[in-house]
């Protein structure tokens, strides 16, 4: 029962974008007393009971590699990805100035969502990411939502360059406690310059072609997130056939409490470099747009497992405890994100008088994807 208990907890973390188990080598030491021939029996107990009990915590936690590269990695990716938070790329063009708000969420998937595909098995979405982890021990998958975002424009046509757009970003969110057990913080910080090319054209201001557009920027991501999972409490009768042991130190259980911990560190930065344009019918607008997102940065990701040793029921008048014993697991890594990162952009929107509003979508070459709600007010 315990092992499909983390199996379960295992395919939940995943989902939630922080995977809990690796293949973890479990260092020990047994719990030790002193106290002649009682304390002999006891210790050769104890050890027993002891091995046992990591046996057990071996099913609950093994099997799985302790650097997950692909996870690690991924991380960095999805950060990339949703480091476009308020993004005006299908705005451009207003004479002034703009604000915008919104929220991005960028993905990094290990199958094609559309085909629900891995390898040359058709899987369903289940199947196809736990196959993949199951087989490899690995898995590219992680998400970053950036829940608040928000971007100042300025038109610089009349003091340094016409057509030149510059902007700066800024997203921060501090949640401690999102759930139980798990805290997420992540802060965004970044310069964007766009150049319109072409100029807007417009038929008898019903269709309106918003020109042609290209566009760089610099923007750095900082992501750290934490989760700690109690799991379930491992006990082992002590094995006192003796007489006199049993008579003396009574019927004592060995308890261990294990603790998982997860630390994610992600530090990114991001170099977009994008061609786009956008088509407003009436106040519906319609964005398309090529590009490349430059990442450089790293993702560090620590595990830990440490547990409470205790022996219920036993008779300490006769023996005394020299060694607490421990039991613990340290593993991880450090990956960088992937360098060139390849992206389609579309969205669709509604600009009403000054307010736009706007659903940005990027399709990003190998599985990654941003969607995002940015509203604002062009003037």
Known sequence: MKSNKINVLCFFLILAGTLSVFALDVESEAPYYSGGLVADAL?????????????????MIGG????????????????????????????????????????????????????????????DELGAIIEKLNNEGDIELSFS??????????????????NLYLGIRFGTIKLDNLID????????????????????????????W????????????????GYTYILDTIEENLDLTSDSTMNVLGSPVLK?????????????VTIPLEITTAVQLLSLNLALGVGVDLGFGSSNLKIGL???????????????????????????????????NFKFMTGIGFIIGPVIVDIPITFYVGNGYNIGFTFGVVL
Request: glycine letters at 10%; a neutral charge.
């Open 210 to 225: 918003r020109g042609l557009n290209v566009g760089a920027g610099f923007v750095y991501h900082n992501t750290t997130l």
């Open 256 to 268: 261990i409490d294990p603790k998982l911990f997860l630390d994610m560190k992600i530090n990114t």
């Open 64 to 123: 799985i590699n302790s650097k997950p590269e692909d996870f690690i990695r991924s991380w960095g990716n999805s950060a990339i990805f949703a480091s476009h938070g308020a993004t005006q790329r299908a705005y451009g063009g207003y004479k002034l100035l703009s604000i915008t708000a919104g929220s991005m969420l960028g993905l990094q998937l290990p199958i094609d969502p559309l085909t629900l595909k891995y390898g040359s098995g058709s899987l």
């Open 306 to 340: 440490d547990g409470d040793i205790t022996i219920d029921g036993l008779n300490e008048n006769h023996v005394t405890r020299e060694k607490d014993g421990y039991v613990s697991v340290s593993a991880g890594g450090e990956m960088t994100p992937r360098f060139f």
């Open 43 to 59: 210790n050769l107990s104890i050890k027993n009971a002891f091995d046992d009990a990591l046996g057990q915590l071996d099913s």
């Open 181 to 208: 057990g798990f805290s997420f913080n992540s802060f965004t910080l970044g310069l964007t310059a766009n150049y319109q090319l072409l100029e807007p054209k417009s038929a008898a201001k019903l269709l309106v």
């Open 145 to 162: 939502p950036q829940l608040i975002n928000v971007q100042f424009g300025l038109n610089t046509s009349k003091f340094l360059l016409n």
